[in-house]
């Protein structure tokens, strides 16, 4: 079975995630001020990226793919990933969306105000 390079890229950011979790902010150099940013950044998508697949997988007639939301929400990441920090560490906080919007999607979670909130205090301990 041959795997395309998206795959790949989802499978690996999968691994980082499961492995690493969203502690990427420590590979840099960032002050508290900045980490509680991108956390609150990232929590806030991942509250957005929930209540879209629920809405999606309540509504579509045929089952969603990844892309599908992704497709739909990359542009609203990629202008908060900007306005972030004066768009500071926009790749690390793209790189960690993505994975976060696969983790989401396979574990189909239900409750965006949860999933945000816990991130986010995943994120900053």
């Not at 991108?38 to 969603?64: D, M, Q």
């Amino acid at each position: 079975m041959w795997v395309n390079n998206e795959e790949k890229y989802y499978f690996n950011s999968l691994f980082k995630f499961f492995f690493r979790g969203p502690s990427f902010f420590a590979e840099t150099e960032l002050n508290s001020e900045e980490t509680i940013e991108n956390c609150k950044t990232l929590g806030y998508l991942s509250f957005l990226a929930v209540e879209k697949f629920k809405t999606l997988r309540s509504t579509a007639s045929e089952e969603i793919e990844l892309d599908d939301a992704k497709e739909l929400l990359e542009p609203v990441a990629l202008q908060a990933f900007k306005m972030n920090n004066g768009g500071r560490n926009q790749e690390q906080l793209f790189d960690e969306w993505n994975m976060m919007l696969t983790d989401i999607f396979l574990n189909e979670y239900s409750d965006p105000k949860v999933y945000a909130k816990t991130y986010i205090g995943e994120c900053l301990s």
